[in-house]
């Protein structure tokens, strides 16, 4: 009841109490006192007693008079206490999926979209002349010590999703690595760099590869400095870019590549046109995918606008995570999940890896540091099962996962519903929607 309402009924209340107090005042010392003979005294006693309802009635609403005019000190601090979510709306999205919107939830994940330009540092802000040099160093094979491999030779911005789709990337003189090229699409909102996140920026970064005896395999950074000096073509580029009386240092190099790299971002995905307000931009499978991804705690690690901890819009100690959490002979033995430690000891059970970015992942196969898996159905089911201790299968009764821990000789059981291949299917189709449209076209069209 509104206070409006609570007005109203205190109005009628007080009516009809006087009207009482009047009939039974006028009962007791007209008809009931004289019939029982008693004195004044005694018809009052009788008064009250016989309208004792009607004094509790009077506490009542002088309760209620008080909590109307006083609303902050009363009603309203106890309701925003124990305030619980409010279902404000119903939106029905499509045929088979609804949607609701919750107001005054705690804790709830925000999806968020990816900004149309990367953060650079101070001391290397992005300019149209840095961009237009790195874009030329970053296709450039003189980089490599026989001048037949570039940064692009990896990192295929021009026709491909930035990687090349091979499990170990190609070297110099037809040397193989040991990990797959991650993507450098969205690179720019990454805190830090490689798959074992050795590098904290872009500029880092590109110093690495040219000096990588098995990447570019230039002897040293001041080979790599000589050799664009040794290049007129470079002078003036140079000069536009960093001032005519700068020399040319890796430092400008690596800050040239860097400014180049922060403007290669993928924000035109149906993922971004959906939390933007475009709700026809996902599908109902989508939808559930979304949803999926979120219940199952895929987002505890690729969270925020680019999915992944390792960003710069979450915090740095969230940049890297064991893997895999939960021992899966099945698929740690089928795919070497261990072979490699990455960032931790070498020979650990556990390998320690930057969390990568999901935007664009369903054109960026084979997937993970390996490249040992060639379909991301499958790399769904593997993070599932040893990211997030998950069953997938398709009985409903597969439900309990029996953990012991023999370090603190504990056993704990964990009911969960399993993940059947419909929602491994849905989150898959939901990965679809984080591909940039104009990557998806170039790679059906083959250009």
């Known amino acids: 009841m509104g206070q409006a309402g609570l007005i109203g009924f205190m109005n009628v209340g007080i009516v009809l ?140 911005v021009r026709k491909g999703a930035g990687e090349d789709h091979r499990s170990d990337s190609l070297g110099v003189k037809g040397q193989l690595g040991s990990r797959n090229a991650p993507t450098v699409w969205n690179s720019g909102f990454q805190a830090v760099l490689f798959w074992d996140g050795r590098a904290a920026s872009l500029e880092e970064q590109a110093k690495g590869p040219p000096v990588n005896p098995v990447e570019m395999g230039m002897p040293s950074l001041e080979a790599v400095e000589q050799r664009i000096r040794d290049n007129p073509a470079y002078r003036e580029s140079f000069a536009k870019a960093f001032g005519a009386d700068q020399p040319i240092t890796i430092r400008q190099i690596s800050a040239a590549i860097a400014a180049y790299e922060r403007t290669l ?20 499978a989508q939808l559930r995918g979304m949803a999926l991804f979120q219940s199952v705690g895929c987002v505890s690690c690729h969270s925020g606008p680019n999915f992944s901890g390792a960003s710069v819009f979450d915090p740095p100690p969230a940049a890297q995570r064991l893997f895999p959490v939960f021992d899966s002979p099945k698929y740690v033995n089928r795919y070497n999940l261990t072979k490699d430690a990455g960032a931790n000891a070498p020979g650990s059970k556990q390998a320690i890896w930057r969390i990568p970015s999901l935007r664009n992942v369903a054109l960026t196969a084979p997937y993970l540091h390996n490249g040992s898996v060639d379909n991301l159905p499958e790399v769904v089911r593997i993070m599932a099962t040893v990211q997030r201790g998950k069953r997938v299968s398709n009985d409903a009764n597969d439900n309990q996962t029996i953990i012991w821990s023999s370090r603190d000789r504990t056993l704990a059981r964990i009911e969960s519903a399993p993940l059947s291949d419909r929602d491994v299917d849905d989150i898959v189709v939901f990965l679809q929607a984080l591909s940039s449209d104009r990557l998806l076209a170039r790679s059906k069209s083959g250009a």
């Open 265 to 284: 971002n993928t924000t035109d995905t149906p993922y971004d046109r959906f939390v933007r307000g475009d709700e026809k931009a996902l599908s109902a």
């Open 17 to 156: 109490l006087i009207i009482g107090f009047s009939v039974l005042l006028s009962m007791v010392q007209f008809e009931l006192g004289p019939l029982s003979n008693l004195p004044p005294a005694r018809k009052w006693l009788m008064t009250l007693i016989l309208g004792s309802g009607m004094v509790a009635f009077s506490i009542k609403l002088i309760i209620i008079a008080t909590l109307i005019n006083f609303p902050k000190q009363t009603i309203q601090r106890n309701v925003a206490a124990q305030k619980a979510p409010l279902v404000t709306d119903w939106e029905q999205l499509n045929k088979d999926t609804p949607r609701i919107r919750l107001e005054g939830m705690q804790k709830a994940y925000v999806w968020r979209t990816l900004p149309d330009r990367a953060p650079a540092p101070e001391w290397n802000p992005t300019t149209p002349e840095k961009v237009a040099l790195g874009e030329r160093l970053f296709h450039d094979p003189a980089l490599s010590i026989d001048r037949t491999l570039s940064c692009s030779s990896c990192h295929d």
